[in-house]
């Protein structure tokens, strides 16, 4: 299903710089929302390389929902250093009805653009969105 939403060349351009981490993308994630006339996805939100995954989790706010792309450092199983970029559409069980499938039916649009992210996780609380718990155990498993 597809709600005629589409990504802006900003959005496109932006994400093929950052998965370079060429300047002035050399950043640690950003935050996409739909435009208030309902016909784009746009940036809202982007956090610089010294930023962490739980600032951009303050970006999400607990009753709207949101798309989020994040290069997330870590280490492996065995010890090595690593990074995976990783998509998370944040649909929260407290946004309006209509926000959600406004969201639900779009994100396809984006996940088009971002070519080469591997790991796409749907959080609606904010348990889903425990580092630790969630998303790290997530990662690792394309890691």
Request: aromatic share 10%.
């Amino acid at each position: 299903m597809s709600s005629g939403v589409s990504v802006t060349d900003d959005v496109i351009e932006a994400f093929n710089n950052f998965k370079l981490q060429r300047d002035p993308h050399k950043l640690r994630y950003f935050v996409y929302k739909i435009s208030d006339d309902k016909k784009f996805i746009e940036i809202e939100h982007q956090g610089d390389r010294s930023q962490s995954y739980d600032d951009f989790c303050e970006k999400l706010s607990p009753d709207e929902c949101r798309y989020g792309l994040v290069d997330l450092e870590f280490k492996t199983d065995d010890g090595r250093p690593t990074s995976k970029i990783v998509f998370i559409t944040w649909n929260p069980d407290t946004a309006p009805i209509r926000g959600k499938m406004m969201y639900s039916s779009s994100k396809e649009a984006l996940k088009r653009v971002l070519v080469g992210v591997g790991t796409h996780i749907n959080a609606t609380d904010a348990a889903e969105l425990d580092y630790e718990e969630s998303i790290l155990p997530a990662v690792k498993k394309f890691a």
